[in-house]
């Protein structure tokens, strides 16, 4: 090998491990269902159409501000069900009075995205009345980007964080 040619590929070698590692934006797979799994009376997966049956409720406009602090997009109204209703809805399983509060709420998308709520957060604080599993924005069905299924948190200082793109599983946690 000519030294050039030489020098080339030990270029190419030492950059190798930068393309590895070098991660590009995981794309999800649009979620038709959410799950709904962990300290829970039943396992459950809800479709679209049983979600649905669910009092539905309206965001009105949000903005998605990523943590940094860039807006995307403009203001959206998000239509969906509140995520405290899908958890009445199915209602959890706890061991005594004071169970409720050692919950932890976890998010889950078909990416890999997670995010958490704790109990006391939706049930005890605002910020629960404006978390939604949303399937529509500005009465159009959500596209394959937006992941069909969305979760949205309406009151978060910035919403980008917990806005779950291809959401499609809660887990409910009970910390020992
Ligand atoms: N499933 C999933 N949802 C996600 C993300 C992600 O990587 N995967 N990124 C988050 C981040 S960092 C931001 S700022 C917003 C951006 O939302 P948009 O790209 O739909 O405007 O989505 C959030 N939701
Ligand atoms: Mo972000």
Not at 91 to 100: A, R, T, V, Y
Not at 150 to 167: A, E, F, N
Request: proline residues 5%; positive net charge.
């Amino acid at each position: 090998m000519r030294l050039p040619a030489l020098l080339f590929s030990l270029a190419l070698i030492s950059l190798a491990p930068a393309a590895v590692f070098a991660q590009a934006p995981a794309i999800g797979t649009p979620s038709h269902s959410l799950r709904v799994s962990g300290a829970v009376k039943a396992k459950v997966e809800l479709d679209l159409a049983a979600l649905k049956r669910l009092t539905p409720h309206d965001s009105g406009p949000t903005t998605v501000v990523c943590a940094s602090g860039a807006t995307m997009g403009k203001a959206d109204n998000y239509r969906g069900v509140l995520l405290t209703d899908v958890l009445k809805h199915v209602g959890l399983k706890l061991e005594g009075h004071k169970d409720d509060r050692r919950m932890v709420i976890v998010a889950r998308a078909t990416d890999g995205y997670v995010v958490t709520f704790s109990w006391s957060e939706l049930f005890n604080t605002t910020i629960g009345k404006e978390v939604l599993v949303a399937w529509e924005k500005d009465g159009q069905p959500l596209d394959a980007k937006e992941g069909q299924l969305l979760l949205i948190s309406g009151q978060d200082i910035k919403t980008g964080p917990r806005h779950v793109r291809w959401l499609d599983r809660i887990e409910v946690v009970r910390i020992p």
